[in-house]
């Protein structure tokens, strides 16, 4: 959701400093939300921006939005609507999700990974034609910025840790399905 807001409003030309604009405009947004995990999809104000939101320029922007303290009020309470009406259940990610947005939820994981890994990945996601370096600062940036309003660096009580450095997605898919009680009727995997 926080790509999304970023994404509309740099698409609108907002000064993304002048934080009141920036707070009415997402409080005033339509987001659509596909949660299908083999097709999800993200939809703002009806422009369907799953591949946009991705790009270098919304990832480098993404802190000044998710640190607006009017944006995350609207986005939190957006969230937890979300989530409350998913009847089935809905894996949720983000860094305050186990803490402000469902910190009761039945399974609650702090992913983490050494910060070379974690920039090897979303260079090799963004490919060879963005700059390392500038990636290297997206990644570290942003969780400098992002760790001013969100505590995320260290697990709350009752929130499991799952290193991912040297995983692969089938690992941590495995090693969070395994935290997952299993119920009548249901599978262990997606």
């Known amino acids: 959701m926080y790509r999304a807001a970023t994404w509309l409003a740099v698409h609108e030309g907002l000064d993304l400093d002048d934080t009141d604009a920036v707070a009415r405009l997402v409080t005033e947004a339509e ?29 480098a922007a993404v802190s000044a939005v998710a640190t607006n303290l009017g944006v995350r009020a609207d986005l939190v309470a957006r969230q937890q609507q979300l989530i409350a009406e998913t009847p089935a259940g809905v894996v949720a990610e983000g860094r305050d999700i186990t803490t402000v947005v469902a910190p009761d939820a039945p399974v609650r994981v702090l992913l983490v990974a050494d910060p070379e890994a974690r920039v090897a990945r979303r260079h090799a996601e963004l490919g060879e034609s963005v700059d390392a370096a500038a990636v290297t600062d997206q990644v570290i940036r942003r969780d400098a910025d992002d ?39 249901a599978e262990s995997r997606p």
């Open 147 to 185: 760790s001013t309003v969100a505590e995320f660096h260290a697990a709350a009580p009752g929130v499991t840790v799952v290193d991912s450095t040297y995983l692969d997605l089938e690992g941590v898919i495995d090693a969070i399905c395994a935290l997952v009680p299993q119920t009548s009727g």
């Open 31 to 59: 987001f659509d939300l596909d949660l299908d995990p083999r097709l999800p999809r993200v939809v703002i104000n009806g422009h369907d921006v799953t591949e946009e939101i991705r790009r270098p320029e919304v990832s």
